[in-house]
Each structure stands twice: as structure tokens, then as C-alpha cells.
């Protein structure tokens, strides 16, 4: 998605308030994408400042532990 000179779709990435996901056959920029939430991750910006979403909050002992 373009807003007058601005990829959309990108600054969302690199801003990392976003994951990259590849839907076929629209993978142009696939590869960018990748690199650039990546890089927003290795950089903690945006969602990735608070928690590491591809970790677990809970394990699955821990979501199912009687009180």
C-alpha cells in the first residue's frame, strides 16, 4: 500500500508494529519484508520492545496448573 511517497506496508515493518507473512502468489517483497521486521526485531522497536512474541507467555504445564 502506497500514501503518496510512503510504502505503507513497510514503515509498519520497520516501525515493528507488524510480522512479515508471505500469502502466494503476492511476493514481491517478501524478502524485504523479511529483512526489514527482522531488523525491527534485532533493534527491539515496537512490539518487539515489550516481549518476544515467538516465545510462549505461558508453557503449556503452566496455562493448564490447577490455582
Do not use: H
Not at 513497510?10 to 503476492?26: K, T
Amino acid at each position: 500500500v502506497f500514501v503518496r511517497e510512503m510504502f505503507v506496508n513497510y514503515e509498519i515493518l520497520r516501525l515493528g508494529y507488524a510480522r512479515a507473512v508471505e500469502i502466494p502468489p503476492d511476493t514481491a517483497c517478501s524478502v524485504l519484508f523479511k529483512e526489514t521486521a527482522q531488523g525491527a526485531k534485532n533493534n527491539s522497536q515496537g512490539l518487539w520492545a515489550f516481549i518476544d512474541l515467538d516465545e510462549p507467555i505461558l508453557t503449556a504445564t503452566e496455562a493448564t496448573a490447577e490455582p
